[in-house]
């Protein structure tokens, strides 16, 4: 399983940006998709995952990041809008057999995108 993420860049605070994580390969082995972000300096955190007709957010980020999958293009999307600063980091795709908030959790990641959102 290869899963390429993409669709960072610089945006500014308030604004909206799309990523995608395709995936590729046996995409059967797996039934959730999830995202993750890490901010320099710190740990790498669970954002949202997808598996099924189930989503999962963490709370701090529910209302304005929303994950979104299309099983036909064996892709998965993170909306994510009201963008501010503290969202700046590298977005993680990652893929595995259950929607837990934990990285030991997923079996395949993707490279990152760098999302900077400036002031």
């Known amino acids: 399983v290869q899963l390429q993420a993409s669709g960072g860049g610089l945006v500014q605070a308030g604004d909206s940006l799309r990523l995608s994580c395709l995936a590729s390969?046996?995409?059967?082995?797996?039934?959730?998709m999830g995202w993750f972000r890490q901010a320099p300096g710190k740990e790498r955190e669970f954002v949202a995952a997808?598996?099924?007709?189930?989503?999962r957010y963490t709370d701090s980020l529910k209302g304005r990041f929303a994950i979104s999958r299309d099983s036909a293009k064996n892709t998965a999307y993170l909306q994510m809008s009201g963008l501010q600063p503290e969202d700046t980091a590298v977005y993680y795709c990652?893929?595995?057999?259950?929607?837990?908030?934990?990285?030991?959790?997923?079996?395949?990641w993707g490279q990152g995108t760098q999302v900077t959102v400036s002031s």
């Open positions: 990652a893929a595995g057999p259950n929607l837990l908030p934990f990285e030991d959790a997923y079996d395949y």
């Open positions: 390969g046996r995409t059967s082995a797996f039934l959730a």
């Open positions: 997808i598996g099924g007709s189930s989503t």
